[in-house]
């Protein structure tokens, strides 16, 4: 039997149940591709796409329906024809349609491996005219090219930060503005990463522009609740520490400057006001009070923020200069170094200091080279482990020098004939 008489034997029943078993496969495959591409990049247009492979399916079926119809002719020409007239120029559209899509299957294994995935590659939205536009002071219409880019773009968090900033800043709505930000936290991926740029920007607006430090303290206190173990917490908790230390600062602030007007209401009351205002100079015991006072206070701010750095150095600095207690003082950083979310370069840093008060303090060497190992076991690698081996070398010259600075100057006594009987 020749290839014309097993193909004329073929009835248009037959072919027509073929289509429509392989059509299911043929529509799986096509949506495939299509919702690849365009997650892969938003240049990609989908109805041009579902174009491509409908004209694909359109030409196959042709060619088949032409090749069962020509294969059923007595003429052996018309088979000759058809594969020159109908399937040749059939499998050259085809041909120009697939190739990219099949030379792009074979070859990513290839070129992600050396290139990164497709994904990772798409056209990121330009903003540049938008940030022009604002620059001019054209809010409304920085607003508008904006949300054109986004609508190419949903959910694009550059884009999304760049309209809540034109409405918060530019616009001062805050309402708006949060609407914009709830936009971003609705991707439920890149929530952990989000969240807290999201309400550490918030707190930013709340402070400086809205003048709310209550809402600025509820915003990062979301960051602290949400992750509680992680960087960005701390941080938050840092940010939080530090609000209140400046309201304790602008109290004090807003306590001397009332005293100070009082003085000189009393001064002009006199009539003794002929020069410049003379403040008496604090005597030892006011300057003993006043470090009471700033040792007192930090007290407090570290029970109210335990997490916070800063008010747990202050407090080591005063219980070394104030309290005489080095062994408090250290303390604050080994309470540190347990803290979540501490990085290899605050570790380093806490330990070398808690070195530095050992060696001051007169700790002995072996324990001020047990916390320098520490020090090297975090990272034996590292730039802070070679520092710390360095120093050990030399911690017994730097305790004898710092001994010999500690130690009360002795006067010598010598007792000299005078010549008196």
């Known amino acids: ?35 690849k591409r365009l997650r892969a990049s938003a240049r990609f247009d989908g109805g041009k796409l579902v174009v491509k492979w409908a004209l694909v399916y359109f030409i196959i079926s042709i060619i088949f329906a032409a090749s069962s119809w020509g294969a059923a002719r007595p003429e052996p020409v018309s088979l000759v ?3 020159i007239g109908v399937v040749v120029p059939g499998a050259i559209i085809i041909a120009i349609i697939l190739t990219p899509y099949i030379s792009n299957l074979m070859a990513s294994p290839i070129t992600n491996a050396i290139e990164g995935r497709l994904d990772q590659h ?3 939205p330009a903003y540049g005219p938008t940030m022009t536009a604002r620059n001019r002071g054209d809010y409304e219409g920085a607003l508008e090219q904006v ?6 773009h949903p959910g694009d968090f550059e884009g999304l930060m760049l309209k809540a900033s034109i409405e918060a800043e530019d616009y001062l709505d ?39 430090p209550e809402g600025a303290r509820q915003s ?6 949400n992750y509680p173990e992680s960087k960005a917490a701390q941080l938050a908790s840092q ?6 230390s400046f309201d304790e600062a602008s109290s004090e602030a807003s306590d001397i400057d009332e005293t100070y007007q009082q003085l000189a209401a009393e001064s002009a009351e006199k009539d003794q006001l002929k020069g410049p205002l003379d403040i008496p100079t604090a005597s030892e015991e006011d300057t003993l009070l006043i470090n009471e006072t700033a040792f007192a206070q930090c007290i407090n ?14 407090l080591a600095a005063l219980y070394v200069s104030h309290a005489n207690e080095p062994v408090l003082a250290i303390q604050q950083y080994e309470y540190l170094l347990g803290m979540p979310g501490a990085t290899e370069k605050q570790q380093v840093a806490w330990l070398n200091k808690a070195a530095d008060i050992q060696v001051k303090s007169g700790g002995t060497h072996e324990e001020a080279r047990a916390t320098l190992q520490r020090v090297i076991d975090i990272n034996p690698e590292g730039a802070g482990a070679t520092r710390a081996q360095s120093r050990i070398m030399h911690l017994s010259i730097e305790i004898r020098a710092a001994n010999k600075k500690n130690a009360p100057l002795k006067l010598e006594q010598h007792e000299e004939d005078l010549g008196l009987m």
């Open 81 to 83: 024809a058809i594969l």
């Open 1 to 35: 039997m020749n290839l014309q008489s097993a193909i004329g034997s073929i009835s248009f029943g037959e072919v027509f149940l073929t289509f429509a078993i392989l059509t299911p496969f043929y529509v799986a495959i096509a949506w495939h591709s299509i919702r």
């Open 239 to 244: 940010r939080l520490a530090s609000m209140d």
């Open 174 to 212: 805050l309402g708006t503005a949060r609407g914009t930000l709830d936009e971003i936290l609705n991707n439920e991926e890149r929530l952990r990463y989000n969240l807290p740029i999201v309400y550490n920007k918030l707190a930013d607006w709340q402070m400086n522009l809205f003048d709310d």
């Open 301 to 314: 701010r570290v029970e109210e923020h335990p997490d916070s750095i800063t008010n747990r150095e202050e």
């Open 122 to 124: 798409w056209e990121k």
């Open 220 to 225: 990062l206190e979301v960051i602290r609740k």
């Open 147 to 152: 949300d054109i880019l986004l609508e190419k």
